[in-house]
């Protein structure tokens, strides 16, 4: 039986969660549900299925000392790779594979974003296996698509063929085509034409088959990456991390390799999920009351329906609004259209720009 190893991409700012959200405390480093910080859901979410002590966790230096003092002691401190900079997700995930076939040899690599919510576990769990033994068996590229239940703008799609090429332990489709954020009438028709699975940034391979998709699709940071490998888990990790990581691509796996291969196949997953990647998602954790407004915050309201309000402490009140987003935190107030949640990415991008870097 191969080696299983879970990676998860734990360095992402969060930026359209702020301003509860920041640079050096993300999304997935908040306990957002009641139950734990994301990212130690994220790991208790795949026990029985993946070794918990075969976790890779791939974060930024502004996060690392935190992370590593609330994530999950299952979590061994030399599986924590730190990027010195962001270099997107071919980056972090050509890292994780190339330090566990250092480390273990060919294994097989599953890769998970750290800010999901998935409520039917037992459900995930299944599916999760059955993409393994498809990986192990097959040697394809595995994802995992959402079968979607509205015309959501806020996630990327997966096309894929409408008979299934393997239909044993589960139904596996080819894909066609991954697509970028559509608008609503294209996600609409999506939905609609019932070929498009949501894309959940869950990726099943052997390190292997990840790593000749490299070679083979992106030479040039396969090639610049590879020095640094032998330095990892030495004195001059972080020397040789500095130098090496700024030189590396910024590309994100979906184009530089998914795009492109067409060994990726693609199993539908139905488990309560949803990427809380934005204000507007809360939904998916707590029930709106019977205004349809969801309230994690002191809080009176006089005529407010379909809003969403958080806060820390200050008492917070409203009258006749509909349809807003009011979070408030210490140092910081956003009030949006709740149509409008996906752009508050915008006002980190302004306040970067405006050299207001402690307010990110």
């Given at each position: 039986?191969?080696?299983?190893?879970?990676?998860?991409?734990?360095?992402?700012?969060?930026?359209?969660?702020?301003?509860?959200?920041?640079?050096?405390?993300?999304?997935?480093?908040?306990?957002?549900?009641?139950?734990?910080?994301?990212?130690?859901?994220?790991?208790?979410?795949?026990?029985?299925?993946?070794?918990?002590?075969?976790?890779?966790?791939?974060?930024?230096?502004?996060?690392?000392?935190?992370?590593?003092?609330?994530?999950?002691?299952s979590v061994q401190?030399?599986?924590?790779?730190?990027?010195?900079?962001?270099?997107?997700?071919?980056?972090?995930?050509?890292?994780?594979?190339?330090?566990?076939?250092?480390?273990?040899?060919?294994?097989?690599?599953?890769?998970?974003?750290?800010?999901?919510?998935?409520?039917?576990?037992?459900?995930?769990?299944?599916?999760?296996?059955?993409?393994?033994?498809?990986?192990?068996?097959?040697?394809?590229?595995?994802?995992?698509?959402?079968?979607?239940?509205?015309?959501?703008?806020?996630?990327?799609?997966?096309?894929?063929?409408?008979?299934?090429?393997?239909?044993?332990?589960?139904?596996?489709?080819?894909?066609?085509?991954?697509?970028?954020?559509?608008?609503?009438?294209?996600?609409?028709?999506?939905?609609?034409?019932?070929?498009?699975?949501?894309?959940?940034?869950?990726?099943?391979?052997r390190t292997s088959?990840?790593?000749?998709?490299?070679?083979?699709?992106?030479?040039?940071?396969?090639?610049?990456?590879?020095?640094?490998?032998?330095?990892?888990?030495?004195?001059?990790?972080?020397?040789?991390?500095?130098?090496?990581?700024?030189?590396?691509?910024?590309?994100?796996?979906?184009?530089?390799?998914?795009?492109?291969?067409?060994?990726?196949?693609?199993?539908?997953?139905?488990?309560?999920?949803?990427?809380?990647?934005?204000?507007?998602?809360?939904?998916?954790?707590?029930?709106?009351?019977?205004?349809?407004?969801?309230?994690?915050?002191?809080?009176?309201?006089?005529?407010?329906?379909?809003?969403?309000?958080?806060?820390?402490?200050?008492?917070?009140?409203?009258?006749?609004?509909?349809?807003?987003?009011?979070?408030?935190?210490?140092?910081?107030?956003?009030?949006?259209?709740?149509?409008?949640?996906?752009?508050?990415?915008?006002?980190?991008?302004?306040?970067?720009?405006?050299?207001?870097?402690?307010?990110?």
């Open positions: 039986m191969m080696n299983k190893f879970a990676t998860i991409l734990a360095g992402g700012g969060g930026t359209r969660f702020w301003p509860l959200s920041r640079q050096e405390l993300p999304k997935q480093l908040i306990n957002i549900s009641g139950n734990d910080i994301m990212l130690n859901d994220t790991i208790e979410r795949f026990n029985g299925v993946i070794p918990m002590e075969n976790t890779i966790v791939v974060t930024n230096r502004s996060q690392a000392v935190l992370l590593e003092s609330i994530m999950h002691t401190p030399g599986n924590i790779l730190v990027e010195p900079v962001a270099k997107n997700t071919a980056a972090s995930i050509l890292l994780a594979a190339l330090f566990i076939e250092k480390t273990h040899g060919d294994s097989l690599m599953i890769v998970f974003p750290s800010d999901h919510h998935i409520t039917e576990e037992d459900k995930f769990r299944k599916t999760l296996d059955e993409a393994c033994n498809i990986a192990m068996e097959t040697g394809k590229i595995v994802t995992i698509g959402i079968k979607p239940t509205f015309a959501s703008t806020g996630y990327g799609y997966i096309s894929c063929g409408s008979e299934p090429i393997i239909s044993k332990p589960c139904n596996v489709f080819e894909v066609a085509e991954f697509v970028e954020k559509p608008n609503f009438i294209k996600a609409k028709s999506y939905l609609e034409s019932g070929h498009y699975l949501w894309n959940s940034g869950m990726f099943i391979w088959i990840i790593i000749d998709n490299f070679k083979r699709f992106l030479p040039r940071l396969y090639k610049t990456m590879l020095p640094l490998i032998e330095y990892l888990g030495t004195d001059r990790e972080e020397e040789m991390m500095n130098e090496i990581y700024p030189l590396l691509q910024n590309i994100s796996i979906d184009y530089g390799i998914l795009e492109r291969c067409d060994e990726v196949v693609v199993i539908s997953g139905d488990f309560g999920w949803n990427d809380i990647g934005s204000w507007d998602a809360l939904g998916a954790i707590f029930p709106p009351d019977e205004h349809g407004n969801i309230v994690k915050a002191s809080y009176l309201g006089i005529e407010t329906r379909n809003s969403i309000i958080y806060g820390e402490k200050r008492l917070i009140t409203t009258i006749g609004i509909d349809g807003l987003i009011i979070a408030d935190t210490k140092d910081a107030l956003l009030i949006c259209a709740k149509d409008k949640a996906q752009e508050v990415k915008e006002i980190v991008k302004m306040l970067n720009e405006k050299g207001m870097q402690a307010y990110t």
